[in-house]
Structure formats: C-alpha cells, structure tokens
C-alpha cells in the first residue's frame, strides 16, 4: 500500500509541475489532481479486491502445482507397476518354456524306460 502511495505521490508531483509550465498556479494545481475521500475510499476498496483476488490466483497456482506433482507420482507409479508387470510376465514365459522342456525331457525319459523295459521283457 505505502509503494502506491509513494507512486501516487510521485505521479502527482509530476502533474503539478506540468501544470505549473502550463501557467496554473501549484496550489491550483495540486487542488485540482488530489483525489477527493470518496475518491480515495472507492480506490482503496478497488485495491483490496485486487489484492484478495491476487492471493485466489496464487492458491489456485499453488493448487495447480500441487495436482502437477500428484499427476506426476501417478504416472511414475503406473510407469513403475507396468516395468514390474513386464518383468514379471516375462519371467513366467521363461518358467513355462523350462516347464515344458522339462516335460520333453521326462517324457523321452519315460519312452526310453520303457523300450529299455520292452527290451528286456522280450529278451527274458
């Protein structure tokens, strides 16, 4: 507030000496650019609400911010859980190819017994 009034004061300074190269009189001149209370009510008023809409906009922003860095850990979990779900999913093909090799595996195991078994029941 004190850096409006500073600027205010600065502004008026100004008009009251362009006002005095034009030949108006500095007391004329300074009558006539201060604000009258209504005047300084209204725009202190319009300086509140400016101010109580600045700090919405800086709680929606910070709110914003905060849903970016929800959005953010979200996408990081989900990109997390599918790497896990791929990890997995490979591991299991893995298991079921050496599942089914080892199927393969005792199933020639078993044939073998069985001709050996074969073998040995004609020759007896």
């Keep these: 507030m004190e850096q409006i009034w500073t600027k205010y004061h600065k502004l008026l300074k100004e008009v009251t000496s362009l006002r005095a190269e034009r030949g108006v009189g500095s007391k004329q001149a300074t009558k006539a650019s201060a604000p009258s209370a209504p005047e300084v009510d209204r725009l202190r008023q ?3 609400e400016s101010q109580r ?12 911010g905060r849903v970016e860095v929800r959005a953010d ?3 990081d979990v989900a ?12 591991m299991l093909v893995k298991l079921q190819e050496e599942a089914k090799a080892l199927a393969g595996h005792q199933d020639k195991l078993m044939l073998g017994q069985l001709r050996s078994h074969s073998s040995s029941s004609r020759s007896s």
């Design 46 to 48: 319009e300086l509140e």
């Design 53 to 64: 809409k600045d700090e919405r906009i800086k709680e929606v922003v910070r709110e914003s």
């Design 73 to 75: 850990m979200e996408k």
């Design 79 to 90: 990109v997390h859980t599918r790497r896990r779900l791929d990890e997995e999913h490979a």
